[in-house]
């Protein structure tokens, strides 16, 4: 898998406006599902996006900006003519935060089936981002005006009487609606978002080499991303993986050379440098 990660790390090395977020995830899938076919997958997202720019062109209301139209275009096209929709029947499988097997099955997390929403918008030439909601990632579409979209529903646009019962069923009833529920994701963030599916997962099976090596893929296409760093080190301490934990635990201070953390991780840096000697 080194071909794939060197390109994670070329990712990594990018703007955020210069990812190709579907091209991005599927090498995160390549990683994940060696066996499987990757380069069938870059046809199939080929043939999605030629489909959005023809489904675009040929809508006036849609091209000339309007976001409803935009919305119901892209429904027709990811759910209408390729069938794809949210797995609410198997939603922990890891098969649906891998965008291989979501576009196999046709089936996936909300964020996955996002990022193809979010592939099928850019070849269309229309303005869409993540929507970092608690809990349910949603999508929203610009234009003359603006739509936010649950892409796992099929793409249905929610009003806010709809957002506010979403975010209470996700978030509890405590929750309110405003600024932060809604506040948009960069492409990074998404694709960061996404994987940190597949380490809950891990970490929940036991499986702790899985979660590290995640989250080690995670920080190629961020190298910046401080908490991972941090996070990396502690798992690799669990597995007695002394220096890879030093380095992790040094990169992050590093990032965060201040504060309570970072106090925190130089004490244990000083535990782990003396198991050294």
Request: hydrophobic residues 50%.
């Amino acid at each position: 898998m080194a071909e794939a990660r060197a390109a994670l790390a070329a990712i990594g090395s990018l703007p955020d406006a210069e990812i190709d977020i579907a091209a991005a995830a599927l090498q995160l899938a390549r990683i994940d599902a060696p066996e499987l076919d990757w380069r069938q997958g870059a046809e199939h997202l080929t043939s999605l996006a030629r489909d959005a720019v023809q489904a675009a062109a040929a809508d006036r209301r849609a091209d000339a900006g309007d976001a409803e139209r935009r919305r119901a275009v892209l429904a027709e096209v990811l759910q209408g003519r390729f069938g794809y929709g949210g797995d609410g029947e198997t939603y922990e499988d890891l098969a649906n935060a891998n965008l291989l097997r979501v576009m196999l099955r046709r089936r996936g997390l909300p964020v996955a089936l996002g990022i193809l929403w979010l592939h099928a918008a850019e070849a269309a030439g229309w303005e869409a981002h993540g929507v970092d909601f608690p809990g349910h990632f949603l999508l929203a579409l610009a234009g003359r005006g603006k739509v936010v979209v649950d892409v796992f529903a099929g793409g249905k646009a929610l009003d806010a009487r709809e957002l506010r019962a979403t975010l209470k069923r996700f978030a509890g009833e405590q929750a309110e609606l405003g600024p932060a529920a809604l506040a948009p994701m960069d492409k990074r963030a998404v694709l960061l978002r996404l994987q940190n599916n597949i380490k809950v997962r891990r970490l929940r099976d036991g499986d702790l080499p899985g979660a590290v090596a995640c989250t080690e893929d995670m920080l190629r296409i961020a190298p910046e991303a401080a908490p991972l760093w941090r996070e990396a080190g502690l798992m690799h301490q669990r597995l007695d993986r002394i220096g890879a934990a030093i380095a992790a635990l040094e990169t992050f201070l590093r990032l965060v050379p201040e504060g309570l953390q970072a106090m925190r991780v130089r004490g244990l840096l000083e535990e782990l440098r003396q198991r050294l000697n």
